[in-house]
């Protein structure tokens, strides 16, 4: 009978050396894998997600590359391709993060017209603070998106307006919301850099006030107004009336 080279040397290996050797693997495997699980745990998808939101805060959708995002977070795009198939999935998942957290943050027991100005008003500073949502909430509607018109339409529901007005109600509310806040947040990346708000304001109030007072008196009546107002203030007034309207529906 011929024996391979491998088969002779097996067999003129002791017993207990070989047992020896088979648990060294063994424990070297169990290391590996163990290293292998702690990484997979310390590259989570929340990390990955957290990554990409401070890429958009910075640069917008433009920046957020998997090139970029492995780069901070000292990795290869293999290992975010593993938590993440693509960059519009990971781009529904951190705006959904940030609405999530919106939606949630709404003091619990608030009354349905406290719940809106919370909602609203949680929208309007989570746009500001991240541009970049409100792109992420065109059409078509995300899962983001569907959150907001939830939370918004349970308040109406709750403050009894009749289910015929219902959507309108909620898509009234909505619409503002979402179009003030982009509005506002598209102004803040127009602004001149260097340039405070302030001295914004009233570059735009002195503009105003040299325009054709017959041509434009309501802009000359409010010159003042536009100087000294509050974009959060001036939000909720928007809010207040809309809520106003669904009462008088109600």
């Known amino acids: ?30 290391a ?23 890429i958009l805060d910075v640069g917008g959708e433009k920046a957020l590359t998997f090139r970029a995002l492995a780069s901070r977070l000292a990795t290869g795009a293999g290992a975010i391709y593993w938590h993440v198939a693509d960059k519009n999935e990971l781009l ?22 406290d719940a809106i100005r919370s909602i609203a008003l949680g929208l309007f500073d989570a746009i500001d603070v991240h541009p970049w949502v409100g792109d992420q909430l065109a059409p ?6 569907l959150r907001i018109f939830e939370g918004i339409g349970e308040q109406v529901m709750a403050l009894g307006v009749p289910k015929r007005a219902q959507l309108d109600c909620a898509s009234a509310l909505v619409n503002y919301i979402l179009g003030v806040a982009g509005q506002n947040a598209a102004n803040a990346r127009l602004a001149v850099p260097g340039m405070d ?27 003042q107004q536009l100087r000294d107002h509050d974009d959060r203030e001036q939000f909720l007034a928007g809010i207040d009336l809309i809520l106003a309207g669904i009462a008088a529906v109600r």
């Open 140 to 145: 078509p509607a995300p899962p983001a998106m």
């Open 1 to 30: 009978m011929v024996f391979s080279l491998l088969e002779l040397f097996w067999n003129a290996v002791p017993g207990t050396i070989l047992e020896q050797r088979s648990n060294y693997v063994k424990m070297v495997r169990m």
């Open 32 to 54: 590996n894998s163990s290293r292998a699980e702690r990484r997979t745990d310390a590259l989570s998808k929340e990390r990955i997600v957290e990554a990409a939101q401070e």
């Open 197 to 223: 708000r302030s001295a914004y304001l009233d570059t735009v109030a002195a503009q105003w006030a040299q325009l054709d007072p017959a041509e434009f008196p309501f802009l000359h009546r409010v010159t």
């Open 92 to 113: 529904t998942t951190a705006t959904d993060a940030v609405i999530a957290h919106v939606l949630t943050d709404v003091p619990e027991g608030a009354e349905p017209r």
